[in-house]
């Protein structure tokens, strides 16, 4: 995967519309990260374990493997999800006639 989809570009190359990362705009990516391990590992492969199917070992190596392989490999589509919700709430931020105001949180 190239490294460019796990980097979020200063503005758009399409429209030129700046994005400003306040803090926490992509802590969506990391909830919604988890709740996809959760649900399409963890979960999978407990009920692996518990009808017999596999053995424990190979359970917790497929469990981590892909409990790290998962959001890395849907990161660039959840960033620009998390982005995308975050400008849905706060259509203000569309307003860039005037230079952004420095965050107090940078």
Known sequence: MPL???????????????????????????????????LFVVCPILLMISLGWIPAWLAISLGVVFSFLLPALIYPVLLRITLATWFGFHPDAFNQEHEPAESPHS
Do not use: A, D, I, M
Request: aromatic share 14%; glycine share 14%; net charge negative.
């Open 4 to 38: 460019w989809g796990f980097r979020l570009s200063p503005e758009c190359p399409y429209c030129g519309l700046r994005f400003q990362e306040e803090s926490g705009v992509t802590l969506g990516t990391t909830v919604v990260g988890y709740v996809l391990v959760v």
